[in-house]
């Protein structure tokens, strides 16, 4: 099993339910088949290295299965493939996208994969300096599931609900919703509906199987866990799910790699459209290297049948997040399209024969 690291953040415990860690102060040591570890931090040689030597890529994702493009790529080695003897890929497991947001801004990261409301929070955080999205990943995949019998907002007044992390993606559709529903929330708390941020996800199915709360906004395979346990869907998470984004900093230092990242991605979101089956069994595979255990292959099933793996950022869905966050006070000012850049991905996706995207 590989190990996953706290990757040196204050405050920020990354923690991966059934997975021993260790504090090292670096990014996960992350050998297997995907790419190897090792090389300089931050992705740079230091003085007196050679011009070629391999650049470290450090990069982050979730465990989460609306996160299979990376679980793909690492495990059927598409990343270290287009890498080739440029760079050395160092991979990252997190619990959630607000720890990664805490990583890419610390410096510890240099690419991750990542929900839109993260990606939102770092680059308004670093007013607009961090990060650049230049690949979208995954659309859907992520529900509200509730107590069977309950079928309407209406009915969660006074009752508990679950997300990933205060401001995640998951959190600000959810709150968003129950606003929309006349249903008030706090970010402490309180408010008509107690919305509580649970980390890791799993904690989150564990404390709705044992009736501690009445659902959650949940990702796949947390949402399909919940309804397995006697949940019911009751609103269906649409729009942009998970995005690539790399630093500033990387992508002005190393722009041929970022195209290897990119035409990694593609091969990933290809092998899944092409290989379903062998793509769930290489996603579980891959995300039990981290957890120490597999999902049942139904629960991996019935979350690839939730989600959309596609290449394109859906940019206007992007921008609503945004929106929807400054109407909740998680967020201080609306998103601009600065924030993606998306020529590194087009010129990727026209060298593969494939349509472009729309920014």
Same mark, same amino acid.
Request: with cysteine; hydrophobic share 40%; aromatic share 4%.
């Given at each position: 099993?590989?190990?996953?690291?706290?990757?040196?953040?204050?405050?920020?415990?990354?923690? !991966?339910?059934?997975?021993?860690? #260790?504090?090292?102060? *670096?990014?996960?040591?992350?050998?297997?088949? &995907? *790419? *190897?570890? *090792?090389?300089?931090? @931050?992705?740079?040689?230091?003085?007196?290295?050679?011009?070629?030597?391999?650049?470290?890529?450090?990069?982050?994702? $979730?465990?989460?299965? &609306?996160?299979?493009?990376? =679980?793909?790529?690492?495990?059927?080695?598409?990343?270290?493939?287009?890498?080739?003897?440029?760079?050395? =890929?160092?991979?990252?497991?997190?619990?959630?996208?607000?720890?990664?947001?805490?990583?890419?801004?610390?410096?510890? $990261?240099?690419a991750a994969y990542v929900g839109p409301n993260p990606a939102i929070n770092a680059w308004e955080k670093s007013g607009g300096t961090a990060i650049k999205?230049?690949?979208?990943?995954?659309?859907?995949?992520?529900?509200?599931?509730?107590?069977?019998?309950? &079928?309407?907002?209406?009915?969660?007044?006074?009752?508990? =609900?679950?997300?990933?992390?205060?401001?995640?993606?998951?959190?600000?559709?959810?709150?968003?919703?129950?606003?929309?529903?006349?249903?008030?929330?706090?970010?402490?708390?309180?408010?008509?509906?107690?919305?509580?941020?649970?980390?890791?996800?799993?904690?989150? !199915?564990?404390?709705?199987?044992?009736?501690?709360? #009445?659902?959650?906004?949940?990702?796949?395979?947390?949402?399909?866990?919940? !309804?397995?346990?006697? @949940?019911?869907?009751?609103?269906?998470?649409?729009? !942009?799910?998970?995005?690539?984004?790399?630093?500033?900093?990387?992508? #002005?230092?190393?722009?041929?790699i970022v195209a290897d990242l990119l035409k990694a991605q593609i091969q990933a979101n290809d092998y899944i459209k092409n290989n379903t089956a062998a793509?769930?069994?290489?996603?579980? #595979?891959?995300?039990?290297?981290?957890?120490?255990?597999?999902?049942?292959?139904?629960?991996?099933?019935?979350?690839?049948k939730e989600i959309t793996f596609t290449n394109d950022p859906d940019t206007s869905s992007l921008l609503t997040d945004a929106s929807q966050a400054v109407?909740?006070?998680? $967020?201080?000012?609306?998103?601009?399209?600065?924030?993606?850049?998306?020529?590194?991905?087009?010129?990727?996706? @026209?060298?593969? @024969?494939?349509? &472009?995207?729309?920014?």
């Amino acid at each position: 099993m590989r190990r996953v690291t706290a990757a040196a953040i204050a405050g920020a415990a990354l923690l !991966v339910a059934g997975c021993s860690s #260790a504090a090292t102060g *670096g990014s996960a040591s992350g050998a297997s088949s &995907t *790419g *190897g570890s *090792g090389g300089s931090g @931050g992705g740079t040689a230091t003085a007196g290295t050679a011009a070629s030597a391999p650049v470290t890529v450090r990069l982050g994702f $979730l465990t989460n299965i &609306t996160h299979a493009s990376a =679980l793909v790529g690492l495990k059927q080695g598409f990343f270290s493939q287009a890498l080739g003897t440029a760079g050395t =890929l160092t991979p990252t497991a997190f619990s959630t996208g607000t720890q990664e947001t805490t990583a890419l801004l610390a410096g510890q $990261l240099d690419a991750a994969y990542v929900g839109p409301n993260p990606a939102i929070n770092a680059w308004e955080k670093s007013g607009g300096t961090a990060i650049k999205v230049v690949s979208g990943a995954a659309s859907g995949g992520a529900s509200v599931v509730v107590k069977a019998g309950i &079928t309407s907002a209406t009915q969660l007044k006074g009752k508990t =609900l679950a997300t990933p992390s205060l401001g995640n993606t998951q959190d600000v559709a959810l709150r968003y919703w129950l606003k929309q529903n006349g249903l008030a929330t706090s970010s402490t708390g309180g408010g008509d509906v107690f919305v509580k941020p649970t980390t890791p996800n799993s904690a989150a !199915v564990l404390e709705f199987k044992s009736g501690q709360i #009445a659902g959650g906004s949940e990702p796949a395979p947390y949402d399909v866990q919940m !309804v397995k346990d006697g @949940g019911t869907v009751l609103l269906s998470e649409t729009g !942009v799910t998970t995005l690539l984004v790399v630093t500033q900093s990387f992508l #002005a230092a190393h722009p041929a790699i970022v195209a290897d990242l990119l035409k990694a991605q593609i091969q990933a979101n290809d092998y899944i459209k092409n290989n379903t089956a062998a793509a769930e069994t290489a996603a579980n #595979a891959e995300l039990a290297s981290y957890t120490g255990k597999p999902l049942p292959a139904s629960t991996v099933a019935a979350s690839f049948k939730e989600i959309t793996f596609t290449n394109d950022p859906d940019t206007s869905s992007l921008l609503t997040d945004a929106s929807q966050a400054v109407s909740l006070g998680l $967020l201080k000012k609306s998103l601009s399209n600065a924030i993606f850049d998306l020529g590194p991905l087009n010129s990727a996706l @026209g060298a593969a @024969g494939e349509p &472009t995207v729309s920014s």
